[in-house]
Every structure is written in C-alpha cells, then in structure tokens.
C-alpha cells in the first residue's frame, strides 16, 4: 500500500496530528508513506489568513518546519512540492494570470475548472469586501495570488500522482485551494482520496472501519464520486484497517469533488 499525506499547512489544521498518527500506523504496518511538503512554491495558501497583514518574512519557514517535524514524529519520508515544477511551469502560469483583465477574473478557467469557484470560501475570509467589482489594488493581487497556488499546486500534483502512483491519499479538510487542487488531480487520474476533518463534538467513534460522513460542500462538489471519502477525528481514532486497506463506506453527499 503507498499512501500520500497532503497537508500543506504544518500544525495550522488541527486534524493534521491525527492524520500523521494514523500515517504513522500505517507505516509501521508496512505501508509505503510518503508526506507531499509545500516548501514555499506557492504565492498564497489558507495559512496566510493567520497574519492580518499577509505573509510574514518568516511563515513559510515556521509552515515548512512544522511539516518536517510532523513527518519525522510520523516516521515517514517527505517530498517536496516544488521538484514537480519546472521554471517554465511558475513563469508560463505567473505571465497567464497577470493578463487576464480585471473584469474577466470570475471567468477564467484551469482544466475545466473555473478558478473563482476554488477561492470563492477562501478569499472573503482573508478579506472585508463588499463587491468583487470594487477590489483594492492589494485584494486583486491576493486573488491572483490564489490562482497561481491552485494552478501550481494542481500541475504539481498531477507529476507526484503519476509518477509515484499511491493507492491512498490522505487531505486535510479545507476549502483551500491547494487542498482543492490536490483533490482535483486525485479524482482526474480515478484515485482515492481519505479528507480528515475536525470535528469536537457530536460524533461517536466508528466500531467497524472508517465511516465516512458527508464534508462540507464545496465548489468542486458533487453527489457521485465515491472515490473521495471524509473522516473525522473522532472516526479515525476508531478506524481498524481492513486486509487489503482501510476500509470506508462512500459519504453520502459526496466530498468536494
């Protein structure tokens, strides 16, 4: 079994400790596990909110550490996002974005998928705006921002998928548009995708397997992908794998894809 960790934000999702311990029981089982690590190759993430005045000099270096240092507690390997974009891919996507006109920024689209859908969560809650028609010069800019992340994350993404093949991936809950793009590529190439979700009260602890709940609905959701299941805390610290993997019925509603 090679199972993927996609959780791009260090300790900033709280579920992300118990998604590691589970990784880590998998691997002590004889899983092959391997962390995907943001090391800095995206412009914007939803770590970025926790600084009202934006980035600090220092965040990425505090979110990388704290990837690291989950990955080493966890006993598993890492690799980061970066060695799956060429130069060519930053500059290329950078040029693309910084053409589009200001009134065409709700329209635009990656593969199929229109970029404001992916931020539309995200971006109002890193910003007090009143109408997408009056942005700031700065606001404009954070959403661009945004854009690229997606469609870094979402072209890097898709390398690590083919080339290493997982037969599981583990995602943080997020309407993030890095969580979103990862997400996107898994249900491209027909993979599984297991989405951890925070939940403290309310939820008793799965007897037999993983049960999946349905997620909050997101941009990219649909009520027919099964391949995409959501787990909570509390489920997880219940889960028992089955032979041949860990077990989990299809959420009900579907998962944000």
Known sequence: ??????????????????????????????????QIRCDGA?????????????????????????????????????????SYIVPDDALKSA???SSISKSDLL??????????????????????IESLEKLSPAEERDLRFLYVAYVHTAVSSERFLTSWKPTLNFVVNSSDPLAQAYLSQVRR?????????????GCRPAQQGVR????????????????IRAISTHEAIGFRPAQQGIRARPAQQGVFL
């Open 42 to 82: 995206v412009p914007a993430c939803g770590r970025d909110k926790k600084h009202q005045s934006g980035r600090t000099p220092f965040a990425c270096l505090q979110c990388m550490g704290e990837q690291k240092a989950l990955a080493q507690w966890a006993n598993i390997k890492s690799r980061d996002l970066s």
């Open 189 to 201: 190439h027909g993979g599984d995708a297991a989405i951890f979700t925070y939940e403290a009260i």
């Open 212 to 227: 999946a709940h349905p997620a909050q609905q997101g941009a990219l959701s649909t009520a027919s992908d099964e391949r």
């Open 1 to 34: 079994m090679k199972l993927a960790i996609f959780s791009p934000y260090g300790s900033f999702q709280r579920e992300s400790g118990l998604m590691y311990l589970v990784a880590n029981y998998l691997d002590k089982q004889g899983g092959d596990v391997a």
């Open 95 to 97: 040029q693309w974005i």
């Open 107 to 128: 329209r635009i689209e990656f593969r199929g998928v229109r970029l404001w859908d992916v931020c539309e969560k995200e971006f109002p809650a890193r910003w007090n």
